[in-house]
């Protein structure tokens, strides 16, 4: 499976942008989809993840601000940011699981398929 990551590119803070990411095989084969990220000198951080069923998860620190979906017919994730913050800087990759067990939290999946990161810049 290839993921290919777009829409990343620079903002004020307070405004949106949305990154998206096309599957190269249908997104009904794959349990989760998520979006991680990786600010400069930080370790890569997962930050929204939603199952086959449509189950979203999100890290604090976009809880409230940021959405994710998927479009398993256009093969596609989509993250919508709001409310943009300086922090929010940084590469941000998707990824996704083939599988993944409803016992498990959506924030314990493998994610063993990444996309080519796609940057986003907010300036304060």
């Known amino acids: 499976v290839q993921l290919q990551a777009s829409g990343g590119g620079s903002v004020q803070a307070g405004g949106s942008l949305t990154v998206s990411c096309v599957a190269s095989?249908?997104?009904?084969?794959?349990?989760?989809m998520a979006w991680h990220r990786q600010a400069p000198g930080k370790e890569r951080e997962l930050i929204a993840a939603?199952?086959?069923?449509?189950?979203?998860k999100y890290a604090d620190s976009v809880k409230g601000r940021f959405i994710i979906s998927r479009d398993n017919d256009k093969k596609m994730v989509i993250l919508q940011m709001n409310n943009l913050k300086h922090e929010d800087t940084a590469v941000y990759y998707c990824?996704?699981?083939?599988?993944?067990?409803?016992?498990?939290?959506?924030?314990?999946?493998?994610?063993?398929?990444w996309g080519q990161g796609t940057q986003v810049t907010v300036s304060s």
């Open positions: 990824a996704a699981a083939s599988t993944h067990s409803a016992y498990v939290p959506l924030f314990r999946a493998h994610f063993e398929y």
């Open positions: 939603v199952s086959r069923a449509g189950v979203t």
């Open positions: 095989e249908g997104l009904s084969d794959l349990a989760v």
